[in-house]
């Protein structure tokens, strides 16, 4: 408890620090004026505000030596005069924080998420040329200015979310690839600026991602709407896609660490070994770009550019039966700094369900315990602050160790799941089931499906059926766009109120299409791959949310924009379907091919003539001198010889 | 072709074949069954061999340890099973839940249509339970199963210990890369058939079941366990599933490749199979264990729990533990490994099992017959329906008495002949219409004015609509339009023979060992049937070439092939309750055989009777 009083008194140190420099600096006129005005009605977010000089301060402080005060008031120096190159420190408009959360799971296994968090105050749209990069990886920079992106959402994935063993994941994202873009409204063609966008991130990424076309890409009108702020949401600017064949490895990994400013040689990064992330139930990484508010006013706007690596680890394929966890287990490695770059850099432990260390016990032990409130529920984490010497003790590396008492619980029932399935038999028709449990006990909620259908499943959209408890369930809204052959896939999203404690079921029934010869893929038996559906949901919340969102707060929890206090926003993919299309025999192409023109040429041929022609013996033709006769016979009107 | 368009060489080609019509047909028949039996000398087959590349050259290790401990599960899995006098669903959800699986239960109930008397069951009730192991990093897109049921007594124990031990011991390994459900299925086929049918979401037997709760994206192949000793000498492997469907022949090759691998006995169709092919006991032991497949694939009925896959193009087989008197014995750490490796082989496929074959007769593992080699067999006799129908064509068209003036006068005797074969053929299917409908729709009515059971009732109602339909039809015609002529016989033996024709190629493209039984029995009967051979020894032949008997011999057939031949007696009442399983496993299951006999096999038949007392 030692801990945040002493931040407490930090704070107020600080509050009296930037009281006495506001009047020192009142009477020139600041660009931040307006700020400091609400500053002084409210000391919380002065305190907030005065994180930046506080963290800088205590890397400093780690950098050099005990100058506190001093370094504190160059800071403060440099900020009025952003412009003033005085320091040998840049001015810092971008940040970069970095953060670990490990939450142990019911099922005994373990999850990690970390996040990469690069706050650059720049404004791409405004025309002027960016050409220094500091924190902010190059390359994805270009790729935003050139294709005027607004909104960059990519996520690898491999392995699918088990949510009724894990709960919800902190950032949801389906088996494959996943790509969505919000364009600038001056982007003319979008068309043709996505097909150049998936072509320029295949590379950047390593990934097929030029696979995306018009086949696979889709419009929804509301299920993707821009997590940074916007100020229109016409759907025009927008493209979903997503690759669920896409399989995730290290070549994918590489360039994804690349863009850390660290790189893997520092910091949280060093963790992310591919032998032991690739080694696990559930890998995920992505890579959000997307505008914030710069602070509370929101008068400026910064770009933000989060990259998140979620990995689970199995207890069952990695311990001979030891139930413990520590970082060198999970990833062959301990930590030893932060990344130099990085004004934050703290790890996270998930300790709500272990109040008493009942469950699992905790090594080496930390007395800086947070809270925060995440998909709807106060959790209290235990905190382990890389930034602090403290943190790595005398053996001058942390190596986080959990233990754990209790057996393994039983499955979950979090409040909104969802799965899918191909029902029946043969190759000619089908039916998708999509199934959509709301497990509260007393509130109904609305949620959004999103379903994406490639062109060859032949959907018949008057099969759609609702039924939630036995009863037909009429959604409130549904946009549905038919697929055009070769073209584009269907769209269709509709709007469905979940009933409470139900499970509500989409039904379509579908027919499979005989693809020609060259589309089958290489392996035309593994069956074709249906995308996820996306259930996009506020679900009630137990707790009162923050809609704060420039508030300090851990990465993990903010990453959603919440509108109310009583509902938090998820979004719940299901997996992706296998489907099988009616496939010739390609053994033997050229055989068959062979046999094929022969029967057809030969036996259809002569059949056909034989049938429809009718045979007569032919009498022979008579002669010249026989024919003038009958002429002559003719005209005298005799009949012929 | 070239010889038909020419009108003379044409007309010397037919004037060949109806001449020599008789001999050709004889000895078509004669070389179809030659071929026939020639399909299970060694030298005509061809040995098997892995033609899928993800199971032929991926080497895989098998390190399934704890067969001892898979033991002691199978005990503690029959105690508890006894204590709960079925089957123990809480422990195994608890033994299934602390190896790490997702586990689920699905509850089904299923009243029969009459009451079973080989297994004693009437209203079914029960539950499934299953689990299923997550591959990591997978998607759910694709699954493999591995059933053992839970049998009443102290059958197959071991198999749920052992599928229990695979699972805990599957858990531990990284290397999957599709979902493996691990199932246990009460009341074995029933069981098997609800939970399949609630993956699918599909009902086609009006069975009542609790949807799944977990799935694992669509199946690739499944493997059905049946062990009920704790040491075995050999492992035989099951095949013939449903409507005479075969799994891909890969599986079967999977499988001998693991048990030469591995060092196991193998068998199928509990045989092993002989080095010594040029004797003459040899080349019988081949024969006999082709027709004993020949004979299982004809009955349509699922012989294992894996038949009722390949209905959803799963590819499965059942593997069963056999405990003979050998000496030399295997332990079941050693099954396991087997099983692992074929699971672990599976894993590794990257499609479909689809490059083998689909359509084959084994008369060994180790060899069999393609579709390629056994399909002119039938093609043989299918060909004298063929010819008697060009020779009814040729009599029909040239009558000797007609002259040049015959067009009108053909249309003109061919008018009543419309009549006189739809009469036959409309009669002919209501009877089997009635032969279909009526056994199990009057079952009560039965019970009530006989002293018999439901299920005799439905047998002997079915034999009694069969023997009725041998009086009504065949004096019916005469009702209508009076006597029959030369010409109207002529007229419905060609439809009849054309019919029948159609019928058995259809058949024996599904299921070639029932087309070929049945081609085997009914071909000689379309080719001499006319109403001029005598009467009443042609009416006995005819009787003893009837689908009824066919059935009849086929069972005593294939007890003296099982090497358990019965007495008349025993073998008559083996008799009714194999055909009040063919029409349980018609309700059940969705088997087709026992409508094909009587909507379309044995009104066709009647026909044929028809013709014989047509005067």
Redesign the interface.
């Known amino acids: 408890m030692a801990a945040p009083r002493c931040s407490r008194c930090a704070c107020l140190l600080l509050v009296f620090i930037y009281s006495l420099y506001v009047v020192v600096i009142s009477e020139e006129p600041t660009p931040g004026n307006e700020q400091h005005a609400s500053v002084v009605e409210n000391p919380q977010t002065a305190a907030e505000t005065e994180k930046q000089p506080t963290e800088e301060r205590r890397w400093e402080a780690t950098q050099v030596d005990e100058t506190v005060p001093d370094d504190a008031a160059a800071n403060k120096q440099d900020l009025p005069v952003p412009d003033s190159v005085l320091t040998s420190t840049p001015p810092l408009k971008d940040e970069f924080q970095e953060e670990l959360v490990i939450r142990p799971l019911h099922?005994?296994d373990i999850y990690a998420s970390f996040q990469f968090r690069t706050v650059w105050e720049t404004d791409f749209t405004r025309g002027s040329k960016v050409s220094h990069y500091r924190l902010f990886p190059k390359s994805l920079g270009q790729v935003i200015s050139k294709f005027s992106v607004r909104e960059l959402h990519i996520s690898f994935t491999?392995?699918?979310w088990?949510t009724?063993?894990w709960g919800q994941p902190y950032l949801p994202s389906p088996?494959?690839a996943e790509l969505w873009v919000w364009f600038q409204d001056t982007v003319t063609d979008v068309d043709a600026t996505w097909k150049e966008l998936t072509n320029v991130l295949s590379g950047i990424f390593c990934a097929s991602l030029n696979f995306i076309d018009s086949t696979n890409t889709v419009e929804p009108s509301a299920s993707f709407k821009p997590l940074g702020i916007a100020n229109g949401t016409d759907h025009r600017f927008l493209r979903y896609a997503t690759l669920?064949r896409e399989i995730v490895c290290t070549e994918n990994l590489t360039p994804w660490k690349k863009l850390l400013p660290c790189g893997s040689k520092a910091g949280l990064a060093v963790l992310l070994k591919s032998e032991k992330l690739?080694?696990?139930?559930?890998?995920s990484q992505a890579v959000h770009i997307r505008p914030v508010c710069q602070d509370e006013p929101c008068k400026t706007t910064s770009l933000e550019l989060r990259q998140t690596l979620n990995v689970v680890f199995?207890?069952?394929?990695s311990g001979q039966g030891k139930r413990e966890w520590s970082l060198f287990k999970m990833f062959s490695r301990t930590l030893t700094e932060a990344c130099p770059l990085a004004s934050s850099s703290k790890i996270y432990i998930d300790v709500t369900d272990n109040p008493e260390e009942d469950q699992f016990e905790l090594s080496p032990a930390t007395h800086l315990l947070s809270q925060a409130v995440v998909l709807g529920d106060r959790r209290t984490f235990s905190v382990y602050d890389l930034t602090q010497q403290v943190t790595f003790g005398t053996v001058r590396s942390l190596n986080v160790l959990i233990r754990w008492k209790s057996t393994?619980g039983?499955?979950l029932r979090p409040l909104l799941h969802a799965?899918r399935?191909?029902?029946?038999?043969?190759?000619q028709t089908g039916?998708i089931?999509t199934l959509m449990y709301n497990n509260h006990p007393f509130r109904s909620f609305p949620v959004l499906l999103l379903d994406s259908v490639p062109w060859y499943l032949r959907l018949y959209v008057h099969t759609l059926t609702v039924t939630s408890k036995g009863k037909d369930n009429k959604p409130s809204y549904i946009h549905y766009q038919p697929s055009k052959d070769r073209m584009r896939p269907h769209l269709l999203e509709m709007l469905v109120q979940l009933p409470p404690h139900s499970v509500t079921e989409v039904t379509m029934q579908f027919e499979r299409a005989l693809l020609k010869w060259t589309e089958y893929t290489p392996?035309?038996?593994?069956?074709f791959?249906v995308g996820s559906s996306v259930v996009s949901a506020l679900v009630p919340s137990t707790v009162a949310m923050n809609t704060n969102i420039t508030k300090e707060q851990p990465l993990f929890s903010t990453f959603f924009p919440t509108k109310e206090e009583s509902s938090y926003f998820i979004r719940v993919y299901t997996?992706?379907?296998?489907?099988?299309l009616p496939?010739p025999d390609f053994?033997m192409p050229y055989n068959v091919i062979c046999l094929t023109c022969t029967v057809v040429a030969?036996g259809y041929g002569?059949?056909y003539?034989?049938l429809t022609?009718s045979?007569q013996?032919e009498e022979p033709s008579p002669g010249l001198a026989k024919r003038i006769a009958n002429v002559i016979r003719k005209m005298r009107g005799v009949p012929p010889l | 072709m070239g010889l038909l368009s020419d009108p003379n060489r044409r007309r010397a080609l037919i004037n060949l074949l109806t001449r020599l019509n008789a001999p050709i047909c004889a000895l078509c028949y004669f070389a179809g069954v030659c071929w026939f039996m020639g399909l299970a000398f060694e030298p005509f087959t061809l040995r098997t061999y892995m033609s899928e590349n993800a199971m032929g050259s991926t080497m895989v290790e098998e390190r399934f340890p704890s067969g001892e401990r898979a033991l002691a599960t199978g005990k503690e899995f029959a105690a508890h099973k006894k204590k709960v006098g079925g089957m123990p669903v809480d422990w195994l959800v608890k033994t299934m839940q602390a190896q790490g699986l997702e586990v689920f239960t699905q509850s089904f109930s299923r009243t029969l249509p009459f009451p079973d008397e080989n297994k004693e069951r009437y209203i079914v009730k029960g539950t499934n339970v299953y689990g299923i192991l997550r591959a990591p990093r997978a998607p759910r897109t694709e699954a493999l199963v591995l059933s053992a049921p839970c049998s009443p007594g102290d059958n197959n124990n071991q198999a749920v210990g052992l599928l229990l031990g695979l699972a805990h011991y599957f858990r531990s390994q990284v290397f999957w890369a599709k979902d493996i459900i691990f199932l246990v299925n009460e009341h074995d086929l029933i069981g098997m058939q609800a939970w399949l049918e609630s993956y699918h979401h599909t009902n086609t037997t009006g069975m009542d079941w609790s949807p799944l709760q977990g799935r694992g994206g669509s199946i690739q192949a499944a493997l059905s366990l049946e062990l009920s000793s704790d040491v075995i000498t050999s492992l035989d492997i099951i095949l013939e599933g449903l409507n005479g469907q075969l799994p891909n022949l890969d599986l079967a090759n999977l499988f001998y490749a693991f048990c030469q691998k591995i060092g196991v006995l193998c068998t199928i169709q509990g045989r092993l199979q002989r080095n010594d092919w040029d004797s003459v006991s040899g080349y019988s032991h081949a024969v006999q264990t082709m027709m004993l497949m020949v004979m299982k694939q004809a009955s349509g009925r699922p012989w294992g729990d894996h038949g009722l896959f390949l209905r959803y193009h799963i590819e499965a087989a059942t593997i069963k533990g056999i405990n003979s008197f050998r000496q030399y014995k295997t332990d079941i750490t050693t099954v396991g490994r087997l099983l692992e490796g074929m699971f672990r082989k599976l894993n590794n496929l990257l499609e479909r099992l689809h490059q083998s074959y689909f359509f084959y007769l084994m008369p060994s593992l180790s060899h069999f017959v393609s579709i390629g080699y056994y399909m002119p067999a039938f093609g043989l006799l299918a060909v004298i329906l063929l010819l008697r129908a060009l020779d009814l064509w040729v009599q029909l068209v040239s009558p000797p008495a007609v002259a040049a003036d015959g067009v009108g006068d053909i249309a003109q005797q061919s008018s009543p002949g419309v009549l006189s074969v739809l009469t036959p053929l409309v009669i002919s299917h209501l009877t089997g219409a009635a032969l279909y409908i009526l056994p199990t729709r009057f079952q009560e009515i039965a019970v009530e004015h006989f002293p018999v059971s439901e299920t005799e009732a439905v047998v002997l109602t079915a034999i009694a609509v069969y023997t009725a339909g041998l009086a009504l039809p065949h004096n019916t015609h005469r009702l209508l339009s009076g006597e029959g002529t030369e010409q109207g016989w002529r007229v419905l033996k060609l439809v009849a023979v054309l019919y029948l024709a159609v019928l058995l190629s259809c058949t024996a493209l599904i299921n070639f060992s029932l087309g070929f039984i049945l081609a085997l029995t009914l071909v000689p009967v379309a080719a001499f049937v006319t109403p001029h051979v005598p009467k009443t020894l042609s009416a006995v032949v005819l009787v003893i070439l009837s689908p009824a008997f066919t059935l009849l011999f086929s069972v005593f057939f294939f007890q003296e092939l099982e090497e358990m031949p019965v007495s008349f007696q025993d073998g008559w009442l083996l008799y009714l309750s194999v055909i009040s399983q063919g029409i349980l496993d018609h309700y059940l299951y969705g088997s087709l055989v026992y409508p094909l006999i009587a909507l379309m096999v044995y009104p066709c038949w009647l026909l044929f009777w028809n013709i014989l007392f047509w005067k």
């Open positions: 099922s005994g491999q392995g699918y088990r009724m063993q088996p494959g669920p690739f080694h696990s139930s559930f890998h199995d207890l069952h394929a393994e039983d499955m799965e399935y191909i029902a029946g038999y043969g190759l039916e089931h392996d035309p038996n593994h069956g791959y997996e992706p379907l296998l489907v099988n496939t053994s030969v002569s059949l003539n034989l022609r045979f013996v």
